[in-house]
């Protein structure tokens, strides 16, 4: 019998395809990062517990391409400086990527809040635009000109936060406890470039980051760098507590349990 390629793969294969995907090389990527002040009782509105809004209410923008042989990526994030447990990080509340694959293994294995969407880098001489969009919209967008060069930073591990959870089939709460996961970081970066420039924040019902305003503008940088991550469940937290902010991570919570009919295409 031909191979049924649903069916079960083998002890082999399975340890083939972790260790394939355990010695990957580093991808480096070509992105801006912005980084502003904003609003401090808005960026601590959405932080859910056990989060809390660090020192300074500070929100960040990255915009990223990877060249990947055969498989351009743009991928990208907006995100507010947090804190746990005397830890400070980065809570993301958006992030686009160009591919469903990107999506995959974020979503399910560290409860990134990916979606797909439109992310652009361009840069013409000095001139750099920058922007993600999704449904029409460019809801991010910098812009400006390349003014100097940086000193490169040293490796740096930089911590993101997550809330992975599985919304309840009977359409309330959760089928299990919702967990607080830590996503260590480790950066390193091989090209530093000011850009003095500015943000623009435009009005999207479906990524309301507009609601996160720009006070103060503190740096836009383009780089080329190399990340890779692990995770680790800290805590399990309340669902009672995390259940007025999940609609954070759809267009509508609503959509999770709209699915078409069995047997539809």
Sequence with gaps: MARVRY?????????????????????????VVAVWESDPDAVAAVL????????RPLVRANISKVDLPGYPLGAGSVAVAAEHGGVEGWYPLVMPMTHERALIGGREVFGEPKKLGEVTVEREGLVVTAA???HGIAFV?????VSE?????????????????????D??????EPVLVHCLRNEKVRKLERITGDVV???????PVADLPVRTLVEITIG??????????????????????????????????????????
């Design 201 to 207: 924040l435009r009005e999207s019902m479906f990524d």
């Design 171 to 176: 359409g309330s709460g959760f089928d299990a």
């Design 224 to 265: 080329e760098k190399t990340t890779d991550q692990k995770g680790k469940v800290v805590e399990r937290v309340s669902a009672q507590a995390l259940l007025p902010y999940i609609h954070q991570r759809y267009d509508d919570p609503q959509q999770i349990h709209d699915g078409p009919p069995e047997g539809s295409a």
């Design 141 to 145: 967008e910098v812009r400006g000109a």
């Design 149 to 169: 060069s940086l000193p490169l930073p040293e490796p740096s591990q930089k911590t993101d936060f997550y809330f992975k959870f599985l919304p309840g089939v």
């Design 7 to 31: 069916g079960a793969r083998s002890e082999a294969e399975i340890a083939a395809s972790r260790s394939a995907s355990s010695k990957l090389p580093d991808i480096w990527s070509t992105g």
């Design 48 to 55: 859910p517990p056990p989060l809390k809004p660090t020192g």
């Design 132 to 134: 993600l969009a999704r």
